[in-house]
């Protein structure tokens, strides 16, 4: 190797490692937050429903937010959006963590998930086009393994963080972190030539939100306003409405935010589909998982933390590992393993029963599951694709991810209520386990075809 061939690779190891942390803070945010759900719930002296929306609220700017992180990355340059959105989800940070209402610390978790969409998008982007092909399976492994370790450390910093110094620090911890991963990325980003005729189309995105918005609001309200009623049915007319404009339009655009035409490659669309159904799956889980975990082992936080860890653990170090089987075998085969250990884990977490050990194994196979799939999903998402269709393929695969998952959330949240502590959890975990299943066919029958 010669002396500019190690600068180059030193280079792409330091952007790895910031790219990385980026992706880290949102993973960290998410799994952090959970934990406190309970804590904040005591703190501001509401029901579950409005706690969630500290989530819901979250997950509702990553979906709207996502494909338009994309399309400034191509006008202005991926470096300068990258930048902006750890500014902007640094100082949402610090601004949750000083909020002394519970609608003062949902709007800066508004603006935190408007960071984080920059942050999963442009440095995923950022990522993959600075990579070679032959390192870029590896690449995506090593940055889910980042996400896994956030997730593997945020429930149990989070409960330790709760009980003492207490719930802002779950959020004030991300600023440092924000400035280290600046300090990595720093003159270790590869060049983008902005497109200056690169058409942003704010109106197809207004009318994208006006859609999405009313649609997570439906979700999240249908089981209090009742199904027929003329409040839900009427919310979710204008969504329908303004979602059928949406996508008449841009259909019909000759520079379309979001361009449709990918869900006609097959490869693209199943993956898509299976990257849905994993949002559903951990958001899902996750809400309801801390609640049900206090009830039936009466936990303190910090406990809390400690038990949830071999879930996302588990995902963190099998990570690379389903990078490498991705890039050496049919990641279509990764993923339908991923799916059938994240079906076991919901049937074992849907019985009624309270021996730990059975638990412990149904959180290990969630982990598996969950790593399995997220990397190579991705993987053989873009494999689908040519080269310039990857930053609106990332776009607009990870818009659907997390919209799948706000839905999952909002409705997983109104069956677990109507249920009851365990009949509701355990209406939700067969439920999940269902489309789990569902998954598997999917990418079983993707890997035949595409062998």
């Given at each position: 190797?010669?002396?500019?061939?190690?600068?180059?690779?030193?280079?792409?190891?330091?952007?790895?490692?910031?790219?990385?942390?980026?992706?880290?803070?949102?993973?960290?945010?998410?799994?952090?937050?959970?934990?406190?759900?309970?804590?904040?719930?005591?703190?501001?002296?509401?029901?579950?429903?409005?706690?969630?929306?500290?989530?819901?609220?979250?997950?509702?700017?990553?979906?709207?937010?996502?494909?338009?992180?994309?399309?400034?990355?191509?006008?202005?340059?991926?470096?300068?959006?990258?930048?902006?959105?750890?500014?902007?989800?640094?100082?949402?940070?610090?601004?949750?963590?000083?909020?002394?209402?519970?609608?003062?610390?949902?709007?800066?978790?508004?603006?935190?998930?408007?960071?984080?969409?920059?942050?999963?998008?442009?440095?995923?982007?950022?990522?993959?086009?600075?990579?070679?092909?032959?390192?870029?399976?590896?690449?995506?492994?090593?940055?889910?393994?980042?996400?896994?370790?956030?997730?593997?450390?945020?429930?149990?910093?989070?409960?330790?963080?709760?009980?003492w110094p207490g719930w802002r620090?779950?959020?004030?911890?991300?600023?440092?972190?924000?400035?280290?991963?600046?300090y990595f990325c720093s003159n270790?980003?590869?060049?983008?030539?902005?497109?200056?005729?690169?058409?942003?189309?704010?109106?197809?995105?207004?009318?994208?939100?006006?859609?999405?918005?009313?649609?997570?609001?439906?979700?999240?309200?249908?089981?209090?306003?009742?199904?027929?009623?003329?409040?839900?049915?009427?919310?979710?007319?204008?969504?329908?409405?303004?979602?059928?404009?949406?996508?008449?339009?841009?259909?019909?655009?000759?520079?379309?935010?979001?361009?449709?035409?990918?869900?006609?490659?097959?490869?693209?669309?199943?993956?898509?589909?299976?990257?849905?159904?994993?949002?559903i799956f951990y958001c899902s889980?996750?809400?309801?998982?801390?609640?049900?975990?206090?009830?039936?082992?009466?936990?303190?936080?910090?406990?809390?933390?400690?038990?949830?860890?071999?879930?996302?653990?588990?995902?963190?170090?099998?990570?690379?590992?389903?990078?490498?089987?991705?890039?050496?075998?049919?990641?279509?085969?990764?993923?339908?393993?991923?799916?059938?250990?994240?079906?076991?884990?919901?049937?074992?977490?849907?019985?009624?029963?309270?021996?730990?050990?059975?638990?412990?194994?149904?959180?290990?196979?969630?982990?598996?599951?969950?790593?399995?799939?997220?990397?190579?999903?991705?993987?053989?998402?873009?494999?689908?694709?040519?080269?310039?269709?990857?930053?609106?393929?990332?776009?607009?695969?990870?818009?659907?991810?997390?919209?799948?998952?706000?839905?999952?959330?909002?409705?997983?949240?109104?069956?677990?209520?109507?249920?009851?502590?365990?009949?509701?959890?355990?209406?939700?975990?067969?439920?999940?386990?269902?489309?789990?299943?569902?998954?598997?066919?999917?990418?079983?029958?993707?890997?035949?075809?595409?062998?």
């Open positions: 190797m010669t002396i500019t061939d190690q600068h180059i690779s030193a280079n792409l190891n330091q952007l790895q490692v910031g790219i990385c942390l980026a992706s880290f803070l949102g993973c960290i945010d998410f799994t952090i937050v959970n934990t406190a759900l309970p804590a904040l719930q005591r703190e501001f002296l509401q029901d579950i429903g409005s706690i969630q929306w500290a989530m819901t609220l979250f997950v509702m700017a990553l979906c709207c937010c996502m494909v338009m992180s994309t399309r400034l990355a191509e006008r202005y340059g991926a470096g300068l959006v990258l930048y902006s959105g750890m500014l902007l989800f640094g100082l949402a940070s610090l601004g949750a963590g000083v909020a002394h209402s519970l609608t003062a610390l949902n709007l800066f978790r508004l603006l935190q998930g408007a960071g984080c969409a920059v942050l999963y998008t442009v440095s995923a982007s950022i990522l993959v086009e600075a990579m070679p092909a032959a390192r870029r399976g590896r690449a995506l492994g090593l940055l889910f393994a980042a996400n896994g370790f956030g997730l593997a450390l945020g429930p149990v910093l989070g409960g330790l963080l709760v009980s620090s779950i959020f004030l911890v991300n600023v440092p972190l924000i400035l280290l991963s600046i270790n980003l590869p060049t983008s030539t902005p497109r200056r005729g690169t058409s942003l189309d704010f109106p197809g995105w207004l009318m994208m939100t006006a859609g999405l918005v009313p649609l997570l609001i439906w979700a999240h309200y249908v089981s209090h306003w009742g199904w027929l009623t003329p409040t839900s049915l009427g919310v979710l007319l204008v969504s329908l409405l303004f979602l059928s404009s949406f996508i008449f339009v841009e259909k019909r655009s000759s520079n379309p935010i979001i361009d449709f035409s990918l869900l006609r490659h097959t490869r693209f669309a199943s993956a898509c589909l299976l990257t849905i159904l994993l949002a889980a996750f809400m309801l998982l801390p609640f049900r975990l206090k009830a039936i082992y009466a936990l303190s936080d910090a406990h809390l933390g400690l038990l949830l860890l071999p879930i996302t653990l588990v995902m963190a170090l099998i990570s690379p590992v389903a990078g490498r089987l991705a890039d050496k075998f049919n990641p279509w085969f990764v993923l339908a393993a991923g799916f059938a250990a994240l079906t076991c884990s919901a049937l074992l977490l849907s019985m009624t029963t309270t021996q730990i050990a059975q638990t412990l194994v149904a959180f290990v196979l969630m982990g598996v599951g969950w790593a399995a799939i997220l990397g190579p999903s991705v993987v053989a998402a873009l494999a689908g694709l040519t080269s310039d269709q990857h930053p609106q393929g990332i776009g607009l695969s990870w818009t659907l991810h997390n919209l799948g998952g706000a839905l999952g959330l909002a409705i997983a949240s109104q069956i677990y209520q109507a249920g009851g502590e365990v009949s509701g959890f355990t209406t939700v975990m067969t439920g999940l386990a269902v489309g789990a299943f569902l998954g598997t066919i999917v990418a079983w029958r993707n890997g035949r075809r595409h062998v």
